[in-house]
């Protein structure tokens, strides 16, 4: 069965440096997401993109966050100068083509960002 | 935006018995309700989940029910066993889950065998 997957597992960075975190999502799929989860906390979601655009974003994903579909495989979340506070669990998450039986949102295993 | 609760955060159960998880959430445009399954460390994955025009789906020991009425969804796990044991989030969200899922705070369920 198609997963999706992301690398690093974990990453750990010193404050202010730029991080840049990487997603395949699932081959056919065409809506990508990123979600965050603080440590014992739930899921928060960050940024949905389609067609090459951001289609919706929380109030997290201010502009030190960017994401990009560099080619046809990879979807990645950039944090141009990470804080202490941006460590997390980083989630991404792929849905398949349009239509009524494709809902589910399949996760990756997540990087777990430490931010020191 | 919306906002979704969810209860209780923790619950043990005996193995063998019922666990009922409940939700509520606020924006009623919402219309689509999964549950993810989240294991120590793993990724969450999806066990159920329910559309706005349907009020209870079953799937062998799992159901969900949904309440437009009153904005709230349940997940219902009969005969639980050992492996159940997880955290469950419940979410909401609009235009049959194209638009970001709204994630509660999880509970974290516990069979005891």
């Known amino acids: 069965e198609p997963e999706v997957t992301q690398t690093p597992s974990h990453q750990v960075t010193q404050m202010g440096q730029e991080v840049i975190l990487r997603c395949v999502p699932i081959?056919?799929?065409?809506?990508f997401y990123w979600y965050r989860q603080i440590l014992g906390q739930k899921v928060e979601f960050l940024v949905s993109?389609?067609?090459?655009?951001?289609?919706?974003k929380s109030e997290i994903f201010d502009d030190q966050f960017s994401v990009e579909r560099p080619d046809g495989s990879n979807f990645t979340l950039k944090i141009r100068s990470t804080k202490l506070e941006d460590s997390a669990m980083y989630f991404c998450?792929?849905?398949?083509?349009?239509?009524?039986?494709?809902?589910?949102?399949?996760f990756g295993p997540g990087t777990r960002l430490t931010v020191l | 935006g919306e906002n979704v609760e969810q209860h209780p955060s923790t619950l043990s159960v005996q193995e063998g018995d019922s666990a009922v998880i409940k939700c509520t959430y606020s924006?009623?445009?919402?219309?689509?309700f999964p549950w993810y399954k989240q294991e120590l460390g793993k990724r969450p994955q999806l066990i159920i989940d329910?559309?706005?025009?349907?009020g209870e789906k079953k799937d062998q020991r799992i159901a969900v029910t949904l309440n437009k009425t009153a904005k709230h969804f349940s997940l219902h796990i009969t005969e639980t066993q050992p492996e159940d044991s997880a955290v469950y989030f419940c979410?909401?969200?609009?235009?049959?889950?194209?638009?970001?899922?709204?994630f509660g705070s999880g509970t974290r369920l516990q069979v005891q065998p």
């Open positions: 998450a792929s849905r398949g083509p349009t239509g009524d039986s494709y809902n589910e949102q399949f």
């Open positions: 924006d009623s445009a919402s219309n689509y």
């Open positions: 329910i559309r706005s025009n349907v």
């Open positions: 979410a909401a969200s609009k235009d049959t889950g194209r638009r970001a899922l709204t």
């Open positions: 993109f389609y067609n090459n655009e951001i289609s919706e």
């Open positions: 081959s056919n799929h065409l809506y």
